[in-house]
């Protein structure tokens, strides 16, 4: 077995009732620290787990006892700050990787405060944080493989007795360890060192400083800040406001109805209608007469059939019609008629009084023949109504 280095007198006490289960001493720490001063012979104190037969006893005394043989003892690593600063704590951290039948602090943490125990810790320059602060001991397992690791965490506050920087040495801390068997044996951790400086040490001779002057109270101006409130708010909600208008007066505006182009057949009708009230015949310009009748008609036939019919000549205009809603008869009668339109306008023949009369009813005859089916009635209606009051012909 190995054994620890030396540490002060009662620390294993302390840490009996920090680390070890509850049942595995049999006697206080009183009884521990009166043995280790007035026992005859070692000065020590043999307890044993009651209901177990330990192997090897325990021995408890001025120093930490490992009760665990070399060849089964688990790998322990150890880690402790080698640099802390006086008042501040500083933790040791303990990885012990074990068995999975074995388990590090079967019953949890126990602190004693006061007693031989704590009073030795402090001499070495530690004290244990109160139970029910922040720092408190902490323990975590998790698998290995085959093993399990165990972290074991262990806050110390470090209070040396005197100021300044200086050197101070952790004792060795026992540890409990439970075997699947019902034993529990002893792990020592090592001693370790660690240089300690005030909190203020990087200031040569510092001083204490004086109090900071007194700050001019300020109440709340709340009237303030409401009516502040208020005036953003009302400023946004008019910004709002003017970019809703905006947008409103410059959304696009419904195109106006365009307006609707009157039939051919109405302007057609309308035009014949002042040619025979217009005393072209009875001033003896019959030639003229002719020639815009026939334009009519043109002008009518481009219109209703989708052509330029001023532009277009009578072969060409017969030809653009052939195609249309017309029987043959009609188209015959519309080539006959701009034939003698041709001629009278080419050929300087001149129209008889008779034939400016019957021209104006021919081409109206034209306009009623190719009237679409769906108005042929009301338009008829109107145009006798139109003859019927301007006395008929001229």
């Known amino acids: 077995m190995r054994r620890c280095a030396p540490a002060a007198h009662g620390i294993l006490a302390l840490w009996a009732f920090l680390?070890?289960?509850e049942g595995?001493?049999?006697?206080?720490?009183?009884t521990v620290g009166a043995a280790g001063s007035g026992a005859a012979g070692s000065g020590t104190v043999a307890v044993q787990k009651p209901g177990v037969a330990s192997a090897t006893p325990v021995?408890?005394?001025g120093s930490c006892v490992e009760t665990v043989e070399a060849a089964t003892r688990p790998r322990v690593s150890e880690r402790?700050?080698?640099?802390?600063?006086s008042g501040h704590q500083a933790i040791l951290e303990v990885e012990i990787t074990h068995g999975k039948g074995q388990s590090v602090l079967p019953s949890g943490f126990r602190v004693q405060h006061e007693g031989p125990a704590a009073d030795a810790l402090k001499q070495a320059g530690f004290v244990l944080p109160d139970a029910d602060g922040p720092a408190v001991p902490s323990l975590a397992s998790k698998p290995a493989g085959e093993l399990i690791t165990t972290r074991v965490l262990l806050p110390f506050l470090v209070l040396p007795e005197k100021p300044g920087r200086q050197s101070l040495t952790l004792p060795s801390v026992p540890i409990a360890l439970a075997r699947a068997s019902g034993e529990v044996v002893t792990l020592c951790t090592s001693p370790h060192s660690i240089a300690v400086e005030d909190p203020t040490a990087n200031t040569p001779n510092p001083k204490p400083k004086t109090n900071p002057g007194a700050r001019r109270q300020r109440e709340e101006w709340t009237a303030l800040k409401y009516a502040v409130f208020g005036l953003?708010?009302?400023l946004a909600l008019a910004a709002l406001t003017a970019f809703l208008v905006s947008r409103w007066l410059r959304r696009p505006k419904r195109a106006a109805s365009p307006i609707k182009a009157r039939p051919p057949w109405e302007v057609a009708r309308e035009s014949l209608f002042d040619l025979r009230h217009a005393g072209l015949v009875s001033d003896g310009r019959t030639a003229e007469h002719y020639e815009r009748a026939a334009n009519i008609i043109r002008q009518y036939l481009g219109d209703r059939f989708g052509f330029d019919g001023l532009e277009c000549t009578t072969r060409e205009t017969v030809?653009?019609?052939r195609d249309s809603l017309i029987d043959h008869a009609t188209g015959l009668q519309i080539r006959n008629f701009l034939i003698d339109a041709d001629l009278v306008k080419f050929a300087k023949v001149s129209p008889s009084d008779e034939q400016c009369t019957a021209v104006l009813a021919e081409a109206e005859?034209?306009?009623?023949k190719t009237v679409p089916a769906a108005l042929p009635a009301p338009v008829a209606a109107r145009a006798?109504?139109?003859s019927g009051a301007n006395g008929g012909s001229v």
């Open 365 to 368: 005859a034209i306009v009623q």
């Open 384 to 386: 006798d109504a139109a």
């Open 24 to 30: 595995v001493f049999a006697r206080s720490a009183t």
């Open 80 to 85: 402790f700050p080698a640099r802390g600063l």
């Open 319 to 321: 030809h653009l019609i």
């Open 19 to 21: 680390l070890f289960p």
């Open 59 to 61: 021995t408890v005394g």
């Open 232 to 234: 953003m708010g009302a």
